[in-house]
């Protein structure tokens, strides 16, 4: 018998709006997999929400949204335990040595947005998930 994402309580913050494009992607591919998520609009507010919530918490958004406090966020997020999962466009990343940073911080880096339900279905089969996928 397979885990389900019940069993392993996955749960998750998107960090975003509600009409933006990624955003519903990311909620599609967590409902797909049964994953609980909360929506919050900043960092500060996700930052709130995370104190209530247990250890094993992916946060996902766009790069921009997350990086509200340069690498800052992503650090607490790893000092917490927490894995971060950003989005940037293919030029961004050549755009932002932000991104770069992040990903030092502990963030990853994400190109494509196939790339969440990896993300996703290794950490539901238990997987250590760190930086890169």
């Given amino acids: 018998m397979s885990a389900t994402a019940s069993d392993i309580r996955l749960r998750a913050v998107i960090v975003g709006d509600r009409g933006d494009d990624f955003v519903g992607y990311v909620g599609g591919v967590l409902d797909d997999f049964e994953v609980e998520y909360v929506l919050c609009e900043d960092v500060y507010s996700a930052m709130t929400r995370l104190a209530k919530m247990p250890a094993a918490v992916v946060v996902l958004g766009r790069f921009e949204r997350l990086n509200r406090e340069g690498a800052r966020f992503f650090e607490m997020l790893r000092e917490q335990g927490h894995i971060c999962c950003c ?17 030092r911080a502990g963030a990853m880096v994400l190109q494509k947005r196939s790339q969440v339900e990896q993300v996703v279905s290794k950490m539901l089969a238990g997987s250590v998930v760190h930086r890169n996928i």
């Fill in 87 to 103: 989005y940037v466009d293919t030029e961004a990343t050549f755009r932002r040595k932000g991104v770069f940073e992040a990903a």
